[in-house]
């Protein structure tokens, strides 16, 4: 867990490496993007009134069975929802004595002309063209490439000024697909 200061304003390298923690983060974070949580309940509701609905016509017995059963969907997809990450943290730090690359040590350089990312994997570089949009978290500098592809910087590896100049660079290079706070991230 190391970051190489650079002299260059517009240029900030940061090397790390990657915890199970980090990995569980992005994970989320490329699960849930672009979604909205309000759409979702939304449309649970309406299929919620809907199936209480069909089912009113036929007795309060079958009512009363079916929102029984729809408290327990709700109250396990709540738990399954919010312990997702802690789970996948679990099993990312078990995955990491057989997959040792998925815990290797990470080199991106963020400057005028896009990213660098040297990994085990090689050098690939992606310009800022590429980078669909950037998204400040809890944890994580989340880049979206893409429909699937992602990358991400560990906030636990910027100090507050590194933050608050990738941050500045982001803006200048994105505009408003990066959405960023000069905030904690929440």
């Known amino acids: 867990m190391t970051q190489q200061q650079t002299v260059d304003a517009d240029v900030l390298e940061v090397a790390f490496v990657p915890t199970a923690g980090?990995?569980?983060?992005a994970m989320h974070a490329t699960i849930h993007r672009g979604r909205r949580p309000w759409a979702e309940i939304v449309m649970v509701l309406v299929l919620?009134?809907?199936?209480?609905?069909?089912?009113?016509?036929?007795?309060?017995?079958?009512?009363?069975?079916?929102a029984g059963l729809a408290l327990l969907v709700l109250v396990l997809g709540t738990a399954a929802y919010r312990g997702g990450p802690g789970f996948a943290r679990w099993a990312l730090a078990r995955r990491a004595a057989r997959e040792p690359h998925l815990f290797a040590p990470m080199a991106y350089r963020l400057g005028p002309d896009g990213v660098r990312v040297k990994s085990?994997?090689?050098?690939?570089?992606v310009p800022?063209?590429?980078?669909?949009?950037?998204?400040?978290?809890?944890?994580?500098?989340f880049f979206e490439l893409g429909d699937k592809s992602s990358l991400y910087v560990p906030r636990r590896v910027l100090s507050g000024l590194d933050q608050s100049r990738l941050r500045r660079l982001l803006v200048a290079r994105m505009g408003t697909r990066a959405q960023v706070k000069e905030t904690d991230g929440r």
């Open 22 to 25: 980090d990995l569980a983060e």
């Open 128 to 141: 800022w063209s590429e980078v669909a949009r950037v998204r400040e978290t809890r944890h994580l500098f």
């Open 48 to 66: 919620g009134v809907n199936v209480v609905a069909g089912l009113a016509r036929h007795g309060a017995a079958a009512l009363l069975g079916t």
């Open 120 to 125: 085990a994997d090689g050098v690939s570089r």
